[in-house]
């Protein structure tokens, strides 16, 4: 899950951010790979970059696990794509995903900001 | 996971799919085609990684680690191509001669006769026969009316089974119109059905075949295969043997061939009554065969135990019936003084003849490799620990960087099992190939093929390796820290002390082995040069023999045709001298008896024995062998049935019995008195049986004045290579018989080697096998001193700063391998002295303490000792200090 290397402003993905952001893509309709890629890049204002290669085993795996379902289709620009879209069980997970992930970032938030009003006192 | 419904195809598609789409995106960013297609695929990044994950992903977690571990494996191993193969290639030979050397005793030693129930089996045997009768072997063969009586009792055995060969080496017999030789046992009715022997095709015989001597015959697996292509139609075709017709009417059990121990039985047929096919080939005694002789034991037994019956209670009952039948026909009773021979029973679970003459030398050659298989497992396992050490720093900084130490473990076992499996199989190629050689050389004529015992013993011995090879990557995990990373200097190398002494342990351990195996191959080595060249009392070269057995009606047809034989054969061109003989020099046969001198049993000063070999002669024999007669003269044409019985002795035979007196002109005969003949001439002893023979006396009849005539050997001097002869000779025996083939036609040279064939082929694999265990230990000697000159380079470097001198620093390493040695050899010389006894019996003028032979062995020992120091020590004498030091 790593970022491109000679980004210094992108920041690698953390560890299983990589499948809820593609959930969270998938809600809004199905989308192929590429499409997946581009959004995540586009939303995140470029800051995610995502590996390309470990997208596709990402999402072999959540097909693998049944939060996502996959078939052949052609694109917009009439090429063949395999478009992948949220199952029932997906849109679970999501939701999990998202409540566990809100509270991670607030207490993230909790402990960065009362540091930061130390460090502030400090100097 | 497993019913993955993906196919990496499809991945694949979807991964361009990707690229053509993203190209397209680029595209309408304004990029050039070209630009975009490379844009896209290097924003991709490496896709054959995606894919080796696709791959990977899904897999069992613990195949993937295994995959994993053994790939590192592999590559670690090919990183050091040279230490990979030397592991190898050492485990191969260790291992694989082992399990060449078990195969073999395995056959011959271990595996049972392929017969129903084989611990119910016993072999008849007795401690004598009685006076007046001549025997095949003292103590295991019968007469027909021993075997009669025995067979006629039924509570002890269920079955008595008696078999006696038809020839002493092979018969002629015939298929179609080509005459061959083969080897046949004539066979009573409960031979199949008592051994419990399947035949998968036709039948076996029955009583009645043996009451009606039936001309039926059951051919082995191995003879149905080699010579009729497994035709089941082979069944009511005609075998002719010895010219007498013989119906097939079974195949024998795969694996079967035969209780004879040393050879392979080709064919059975029932006991039969008639002069053509009498026991061993023998002609007639007196009008006599095997079945109506009682003076004749050459019938071998085997009998069933009954259900529920003992050997003690067998032979309770048996006894009697022995002891009285033994005298049928020969006086009722034994003769005033002479000891009754005694029947006892002999466990039949193996082949006896086997045991005897394979046994030691199995044993022995067992043991050798066994050590052998030491030497090199303790060489692996140097070469693991020094390779291991030298990883020291590798493995520190693995560490460091988070592998776990139940990885690092994980992975050294790995390849340690990667060595013991590729050694493993290339032993069992090789072995297959050894065991061949080994067969071919011994003459062993039966299945040697590995079985299951063979596999097991292999394995288990793989597995020891495998067990012995886990403990050095154990012991790195066990040491192996993290800091070491950062220290490795001289004060590090310092702290290998202990693990050094272990590898000091182990050289000194094979160089103590070393000693052992050089000392016992060196004194078979030096039996063979004595058995080589051991003079065999006459002029072996240019020697051609083989055997005849006509058909011969009576015996003055019998005389005029080895007459006529041997009057062709001299008009031959090319050919010198041609006689007969009854039993063939150097084939390990003889007629052994007490005789008559000057018509009594003669006394013998001090005590020693009577027995006299004796054989039958032709014309013009000891000069046809070119052994000198020293007194008289040698047989001639002219003596014939008309003439005085004359017969020749050796040396021996008239020192011991005619001592200080001329022996021409006494007499000698067989012991009933009737016949006395005039020694007309004395020969200087020479080998007879085989070689390694001390001499005994020996007194020839001349063959056209005895009353039996049969199969003879024709021994014929010829100009030139002597094998050459052989077309023109079967040319001019066929003209007198269509039937008869050549029976073992060789050069007499090579058929006194037959006799010593076993002490050589011992002797040299002996030698090969010392050869491989020295060079086991100068490679693991220099390995190790190598490796430890490698690990001190920074202290040598050090004191040669400070002003050591190369030569000082020479001995330092020197001292080390002198002090080894020293130890090694100090250790070794009691091990050897133990070798050499146990070989005592197998060699052959040499003593097991031979001194220069335990010399040349540690002189061995310390020159490769030497040699394999001297490089390293070189080595450390030209570092550089400056060179060494910035190592730190």
Redesign the interface.
């Known amino acids: 899950m790593a970022t491109?290397e000679n980004n210094e402003d992108r920041i690698a993905l953390l560890q299983g951010t990589l499948d809820l952001l593609i959930l969270k893509t998938l809600l809004m309709g199905p989308c192929?790979?590429?499409?997946v890629a581009?959004i995540i890049q586009r939303q995140s204002e470029d800051v995610f970059l995502v590996?390309?290669?470990?997208l596709?085993?990402a999402l072999?795996?959540l097909e693998?696990k049944c939060w996502i379902s996959a078939r052949w289709g052609v694109?917009e620009?009439n090429?063949?794509?395999?478009f992948y879209s949220l199952t029932a069980k997906g849109r679970e997970q999501l939701n999990e995903k998202t409540g566990e992930w809100r509270r991670l970032t607030r207490a993230m938030n909790l402990i960065l900001d009362s540091a930061s009003g130390l460090k502030g006192e400090e100097a | 996971?497993f019913g993955r419904k993906?196919s990496a195809a499809d991945?694949q598609?979807?991964?361009e799919?990707?690229l053509?789409?993203?190209a397209?995106?680029l595209k309408g960013e304004g990029f050039s085609a070209d630009e975009a297609r490379w844009k896209a695929q290097r924003?991709?990044?490496?896709?054959r990684?995606?894919q080796e994950?696709?791959y990977l992903?899904?897999r069992p977690v613990l195949l993937e680690k295994l995959l994993r571990d053994i790939r590192f494996g592999f590559r670690s191993l090919l990183e050091s191509p040279g230490f990979a193969i030397a592991a190898v290639l050492t485990l191969a030979l260790g291992i694989g001669a082992n399990t060449a050397v078990f195969s073999v005793m395995n056959a011959v030693l271990l595996k049972s006769l392929p017969v129903t129930d084989p611990a119910s089996l016993v072999y008849l045997q007795t401690s004598d026969a009685p006076r007046g009768t001549g025997t095949i072997d003292t103590n295991q063969t019968f007469s027909y009316a021993v075997y009669d009586a025995l067979r006629r009792q039924s509570k002890a055995l269920t079955a008595v089974i008696a078999y006696v060969p038809l020839s002493g080496s092979k018969v002629a017999v015939r298929y179609g119109t080509d005459p061959e030789e083969a080897e046949g046992d004539m066979v009573s009715g409960t031979f199949f059905s008592g051994l419990g022997v399947n035949l998968p095709v036709g039948r076996g015989f029955t009583a009645d075949d043996e009451a009606r001597h039936a001309p039926l015959a059951v051919i082995s697996y191995n003879y149905w295969t080699r010579r009729f292509a497994r035709d089941r139609d082979v069944l009511g075709k005609t075998l002719y043997v010895n010219a007498v017709p013989m119906t097939i009417v079974g195949v024998a059990a795969p694996g079967f061939e035969g209780v004879e121990g040393g050879g392979s039985t080709d064919f059975w047929i029932p006991l039969q009554n008639r002069g053509e096919l009498n026991a061993w080939g023998n002609p007639p005694n007196e009008g006599k065969l095997y079945i109506n002789d009682p003076t004749w034991w050459c019938l071998r037994l085997i009998g069933r135990l009954a259900p529920g019956v003992n050997r003690t209670q067998a032979l309770a009952s048996l006894q009697p019936v022995f002891q009285s039948a033994a005298y049928i026909e020969l006086g009722g009773s034994p003769k005033p003084g002479e000891k009754p021979p005694v029947l006892s029973l002999e466990d039949a679970k193996g082949f006896t003849g086997y045991d005897r003459m394979y046994g030691n030398p199995l044993r022995t050659l067992m043991a050798m490799v066994g050590l052998v298989l030491l030497i090199a497992l303790a060489n692996v396992v140097m070469l693991l620990l020094a390779r291991n050490a030298a990883r020291q720093r590798e493995f520190s900084v693995r560490q460091a960087l988070g592998a776990g130490r139940g990885e690092l473990f994980r992975q050294l076992l790995t390849e340690s099992l990667i060595l013991v499996s590729a050694g493993g199989v290339l032993a069992w190629g090789f072995a297959e190939m050894a065991t061949r050689l080994l067969g071919r050389w011994a003459q062993i004529e039966s299945s040697l093929a590995p079985d299951r015992t063979v596999l097991l013993f292999t394995l288990g011995v793989l597995a020891l390796a495998g067990l012995l090879f886990g403990l050095a990557p154990l012991q790195v995990a066990l040491a192996g820290k993290a800091e070491l990373a950062i220290r490795t200097t001289a004060a590090a190398s310092h702290a290998d002390e202990g693990k050094s002494r272990i590898g000091r342990m182990i050289v000194v351990l094979q160089m103590t082995l070393c000693v052992g195996l050089l000392v016992g191959a060196g004194l078979l080595i030096r039996t063979l040069r004595n058995l080589e060249n051991t003079p065999l009392g006459m002029h072996a070269d240019g020697l051609v023999v083989f055997g005849v057995n006509p058909n011969i009606p009576s015996l003055q047809a019998g005389r005029s045709f080895y007459l006529d034989l041997m009057g062709k054969l001299r008009a031959l061109p090319g050919v010198e001298s041609v006689t007969i003989v009854l039993e063939r020099l150097g084939s390990g046969a003889s007629n052994n008896s007490d005789m008559m001198v000057d018509a009594k049993l003669p006394d013998v000063v001090g005590g020693g024995s009577r027995t006299v070999r004796s054989n039958v002669a032709g014309p013009g024999f000891f000069t046809t062998l070119g052994v000198p007669v020293l007194a008289g003269r040698d047989f001639a044409d002219s003596d014939t049935a008309k003439t005085p019985f004359v017969g020749i002795v050796n040396e021996e035979f008239a020192r011991r019995f005619l001592p200080g007196a001329n022996p021409l002109g006494h007499t000698f005969g067989p012991e009933n008195g009737q016949v006395k003949i005039n020694i007309i001439g004395v020969v200087k002893d020479h080998k007879y049986r085989s070689i390694d023979e001390k001499p005994i006396p020996m007194a020839w009849y001349m063959y056209a004045q005895i009353p039996v005539i049969g199969a003879m050997n024709v021994e014929m001097r010829v100009h030139g290579d002597p094998l050459a002869i052989l077309p023109a000779a079967r040319n001019v025996v066929q003209q007198l018989d269509p039937n008869l083939p050549l029976i073992q036609p060789m050069t007499q040279r090579a058929q006194f080697d037959t006799t010593v064939a076993q002490q050589i082929l011992f002797a040299r694999l002996a030698g090969f096998f010392g050869l491989l265990a020295i060079v086991l230990v100068g490679t693991g000697l220099y390995g190790t001193l190598a490796y430890r000159v490698s690990m001190r380079t920074p202290e040598i470097g050090v004191r040669m700063a400070v002003g050591a001198r190369r030569e000082q620093v020479v001995w330092m390493v020197l001292k080390d391998s002198v002090a080894l040695t020293v130890a090694g050899v100090v250790i070794g010389i009691p091990l050897a002295m133990l070798v050499g006894r146990a070989l005592a019996s197998s060699l052959y003028g040499i003593e097991p303490l031979d001194a220069a032979t335990y010399l040349l062995a540690v002189a061995g020992v310390a020159a490769v000792a030497l040699v394999a120091s001297a490089i390293p020590a070189g080595r450390a004498a030209s570092v550089d200090p400056m060179r060494a030091l910035r190592v730190e």
Request: charged share 35%; no cysteine.
């Open positions: 491109q192929h790979g590429q499409g581009r590996d390309h290669g470990s596709y085993v072999q795996r693998d694109s620009n090429r063949k794509a395999r | 996971m993906r991945f598609a979807e991964i799919a990707h053509a789409l993203e397209d995106d924003e991709f990044g490496n896709v990684a995606a994950r696709f992903k899904g």
